[in-house]
Each structure stands twice: as C-alpha cells, then as structure tokens.
C-alpha cells in the first residue's frame, strides 16, 4: 500500500516523515527528489532551460533556485509549465523508488501539493499533516530565514487548510499542542492492520 502524506508549506510533513522511518516505514520525499531530477535528469534540464532560459542555471550548474521560485510562484501560467516539466519526471522516479520498495508493509510519498493535482486515486489513503497558517508561516520563516511574502506566495498556491484537513483520509495535528509521536504511532497501526 501506498500512502500520500500531504499538507501546507511548513505543516510538519518532513518532521512526521522522518518519525515514519524510524518505525522503517520508506519515505519518498517529492520536494528533494524534484531538487535532484532537476540537476541530474538531462532531458529535464534541457526542458527547463528551453522553457525559462538559460538563467535556469547557475554558471556552475547548479539550480538558480531563487531565481525560478520568483517567476514560479509569482505567475500562474510559469508555475503551470513548471510543474508540467517536472512532475512528470518525479513521477516516474517515484514509481521506480515504489518498485524497489514493494516488499515494505507500507510506502508514504511526501509532498504539499497531491490533493491540488486531483491525485488522490494514486494513493491507498490521504494522510494531511494540519497546522494552523500562523504557526506554519512562523516556522518557515524561522527554518528558511526567509520572509512573510515568500512564505504568501507559496501558500497561494495551495489549498486553504479548512479544504485540505475535509480531504483527509487520515489527520495528524501538528499544532504545537498535540503530540506528535502518539498520532504517528495510532496511524502506523491502523495502517500495518489495513
Ligand atoms: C521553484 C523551486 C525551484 C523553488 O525552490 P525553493 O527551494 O525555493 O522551494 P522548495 O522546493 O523548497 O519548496 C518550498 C515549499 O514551496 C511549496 N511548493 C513547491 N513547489 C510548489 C508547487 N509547484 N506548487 C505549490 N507549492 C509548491 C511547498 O510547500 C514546498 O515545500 C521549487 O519549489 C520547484 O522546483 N518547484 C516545482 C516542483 C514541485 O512541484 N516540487 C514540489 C514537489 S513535486
Ligand atoms: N511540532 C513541532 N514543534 C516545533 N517545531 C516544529 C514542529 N513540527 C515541525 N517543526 C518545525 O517547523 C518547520 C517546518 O517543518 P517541516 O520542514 O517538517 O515542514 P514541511 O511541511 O515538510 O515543510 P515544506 O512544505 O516547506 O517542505 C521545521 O523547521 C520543523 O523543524
């Protein structure tokens, strides 16, 4: 079985994630794989430079990160063709990373945005990692040294929470209230027992 495990900028996806593997559940974190598919996959870089230009990247090869995240989140249509470049490359990396660990009792596949692309029917279950909007643009800020209005541009292009927690096959409260090991370890029986 095969698991999303979703939630807004800065919910807490990669901190539950990361408590997943320590019970050895395998975690597929879409966000790293898109960062490594777009320095190493050659079609991909060809793609990305034809659509955005050679400012794509860095004199020494690297992604110029900031550069495309201004134009991406700041214009629906780039954002658009971003998207449509690189998820296609993250899926099929994801669907050979799922091949190789099939003999797991379960896999999670870590991303902010599953509901948004409708991909609900790939998944056994959606698990949403909900905090509330204040709390999530507080840490981001804190974790990226990054500012408010970078933090707003991101999350416009997400599902509201309200919308994002109703869609939930499963929820984790990452609130700072509710602890987090005790909702991690109930799910991981409810899902080993499914
Ligand atoms: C534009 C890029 C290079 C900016 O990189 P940067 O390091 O500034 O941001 P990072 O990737 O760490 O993303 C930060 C957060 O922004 C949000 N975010 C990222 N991509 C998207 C997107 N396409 N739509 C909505 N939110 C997004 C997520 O909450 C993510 O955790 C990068 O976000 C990117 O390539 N995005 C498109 C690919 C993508 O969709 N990745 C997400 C998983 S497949
Ligand atoms: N319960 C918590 N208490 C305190 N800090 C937390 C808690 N959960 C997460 N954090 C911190 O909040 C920040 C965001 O968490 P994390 O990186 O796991 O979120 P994310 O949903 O994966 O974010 P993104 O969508 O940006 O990839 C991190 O710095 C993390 O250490």
């Given at each position: 079985?095969h698991?999303?495990?979703?939630?807004?900028?800065?919910?807490?996806?990669?901190?539950?994630?990361?408590?997943?593997?320590?019970?050895?559940?395998?975690?597929y974190?879409?966000?790293?794989?898109?960062?490594?598919?777009?320095?190493?996959?050659?079609?991909?870089?060809a793609?990305?430079?034809?659509?955005?230009?050679e400012?794509?990247?860095?004199?020494d090869?690297?992604?110029?990160?900031?550069?495309?995240?201004?134009?991406?989140?700041?214009?629906?249509?780039?954002?658009?063709?971003?998207?449509g470049?690189?998820?296609?490359?993250?899926?099929r990396?994801?669907?050979?990373?799922?091949r190789?660990n099939?003999?797991a009792?379960?896999?999670?596949?870590?991303?902010?945005?599953?509901?948004?692309?409708?991909?609900?029917?790939?998944?056994?279950?959606?698990?949403?990692?909900?905090?509330?909007?204040?709390?999530?643009r507080?840490?981001?800020?804190?974790?990226d040294?990054?500012?408010?209005?970078?933090?707003?541009?991101?999350?416009?292009?997400?599902?509201?929470?309200?919308?994002k927690?109703?869609?939930a096959?499963?929820l984790?409260?990452n609130?700072?209230?509710?602890?987090?090991?005790?909702?991690?370890?109930?799910?991981?029986?409810?899902l080993?027992?499914?």
């Open positions: 079985m698991y999303a495990l979703t939630g807004n900028i800065g919910s807490g996806k990669s901190t539950v994630a990361r408590e997943f593997e320590r019970l050895g559940i395998p975690v974190y879409a966000d790293a794989a898109a960062k490594r598919l777009m320095l190493e996959d050659q079609e991909l870089r793609g990305l430079k034809a659509a955005f230009g400012e794509t990247y860095l004199p090869g690297s992604l110029n990160r900031s550069w495309l995240a201004e134009k991406a989140f700041s214009d629906d249509e780039q954002l658009r063709r971003l998207n470049l690189v998820h296609p490359a993250v899926h990396d994801a669907a050979a990373w799922r190789a099939e003999t009792p379960y896999t999670l596949y870590e991303a902010a945005i599953v509901l948004e692309l409708g991909r609900q029917a790939d998944f056994a279950g959606v698990i949403v990692v909900a905090c509330p909007e204040s709390i999530r507080q840490r981001v800020i804190q974790r040294h990054t500012t408010a209005a970078a933090f707003e541009a991101r999350a416009a292009k997400q599902w509201t929470d309200d919308k927690e109703a869609a096959d499963y984790i409260k609130n700072g209230y509710e602890l987090l090991l005790p909702q991690v370890l109930h799910l991981h029986q409810q080993l027992t499914r």
